[in-house]
């Protein structure tokens, strides 16, 4: 079995342009049963994404800086843990929640609100955590996020899926609905 520390994953820009157009056509059919109206039952009552995000940059990495000292692992994978931990979910998570028929437009706020805080949070939550354990402590180099880049690829994995998909559920609501299962039989493959 080949060493953990020793797999390198290498994306090139076509493929990583190809898996962010895939996950905006995701949004796309999972904005089509999507309406303002959604969003603005969030902002009456904005208790769930409040800990949401609580749980988001609080909790989970807590919890998971815990599990990296309870089983003692080695700082590479602890240091990965606790990147995956630290980042904000993504699309799949509407997807997923919409799946559920959960409440798509919370887990869309959700995304949004803590893909935006992810600037700060992410680089801030590696630190912290990563800072007090003496293994993962030596491996931290700087984290360089570019804000224009990261707003350029939420604005193109979130923003115009979810203002497209929404706009056509409003304008053509038959053309919505016959995109749906199309939409969503992509999405599971």
Not at 83 to 99: D, E, K, Q, R, T
Not at 113 to 138: E, H, Q, V
């Amino acid at each position: 079995m080949q060493d953990l520390d020793t797999i390198r994953l290498n994306f090139n820009p076509e493929s990583l342009l190809l898996l962010n157009v895939i996950l905006g056509l995701v949004m796309f059919g999972v904005a089509l049963d999507l309406t303002v109206h959604d969003f603005k039952r969030i902002l009456r009552a904005p208790l769930a994404p409040v800990i949401g995000l609580v749980s988001q940059f609080v909790l989970l990495p807590a919890l998971s800086f815990g599990l990296i000292y309870v089983l003692d692992l080695r700082p590479s994978l602890a240091l990965g843990v606790l990147l995956v931990a630290a980042c904000p979910g993504g699309n799949i998570s509407n997807f997923i929640a919409h799946l559920a028929k959960g409440s798509t437009a919370l887990s869309v706020s959700m995304t949004a609100m803590s893909t935006a805080l992810a600037i700060f949070m992410t680089p801030f939550n590696i630190t912290f955590w990563a800072s007090l354990n003496p293994g993962t402590r030596a491996m931290l180099t700087q984290i360089n996020v570019d804000p224009l880049d990261l707003f350029g690829t939420v604005l193109m994995l979130l923003g115009v899926p979810l203002v497209a998909g929404m706009w056509i559920h409003h304008k053509y609501p038959a053309v919505a609905h016959k995109l749906r299962k199309p939409f969503r039989i992509f999405s599971l493959i």
